[in-house]
T-cell receptor, first 115, second 114 residues
């Protein structure tokens, strides 16, 4: 049981490049989400999914796309990287949405730098 | 305002002192309030949670209290130790579209001085 696995851990991109952050969980969780963490800004929700085939925008969705073709996988795509997207990205999952007992499990984080 | 507000943003205490972090939330239907701890360079991890039908919950040196009427909840750490130094996040489920989505406060950086 690996939990939430996200790759890569570190990435440097040039402005305008695209890339995909991979996220997979093996806990059969329905709810998956992506956050970005910047100093002093906490965990800001980018996109989330309440089940396979269903995705929705969070607080800061611009410049990012997601898809959820399977329960296990929830990749985050940066369409055209900008320096403002330099951040630490966390993928997370929980059994369902935010009711009692729905512990959120985070991946180890992906440090992305856009130059 | 924000759906979940957290204060203070930074808290500095001496080892052995108590620390209190407070959060308020906007959705009166929220029924689950977890707290996460994030050590430097690591992922956030759950340390304690409370459900809306409970006023207080303790786990050794940490406790969480909930006031549903006032829509606020707090994390209490007693006898702080240097290893308590971390960023702490509160969360509440906020109705977004057709679902209750976990929403985090901005975080509190706790520094415990030896």
């Amino acid at each position: 049981n690996a939990g939430v696995t996200q790759t890569p851990k570190f990435q440097v991109l040039k402005t305008g490049q695209s890339m995909t952050l991979q996220c997979a969980q093996d806990m059969n969780h329905e709810y998956m989400s992506w956050y970005r963490q910047d100093p002093g800004m906490g965990l800001r929700l980018i996109h989330y999914s309440v089940g396979a085939g269903i995705t929705d925008q969070g607080e800061v969705p611009n410049g990012y796309n997601v898809s959820r073709s399977t329960t296990e996988d929830f990749p985050l795509r940066l369409l055209s990287a900008a320096p403002s997207q330099t951040s630490v990205y966390f993928c997370a999952s929980s059994l369902s949405t935010g009711g009692p007992g729905n512990t959120i499990y985070f991946g180890e984080g992906s440090w992305l730098t856009v130059v | 305002g924000e759906n979940v507000e957290q204060h203070p943003s930074t808290l500095s205490v001496q080892e052995g002192d108590s620390a209190v972090i407070k959060c308020t939330y906007s959705d009166s239907a929220s029924n689950y309030f977890p707290w996460y701890k994030q050590e430097l360079g690591k992922r956030p991890q759950l340390i304690i949670d409370i459900r809306s039908n409970v006023g207080e919950k303790k786990d050794q040196r940490i406790a969480v209290t909930l006031n549903k009427t006032a829509k606020h909840f707090s994390l209490h750490i007693t006898e702080t130790q240097p290893e308590d130094s971390a960023v702490y996040f509160c969360a509440a489920s906020i109705r977004t579209g057709g679902s209750y989505i976990p929403t985090f406060g901005r975080g509190t950086s706790l520094i415990v001085h030896p």
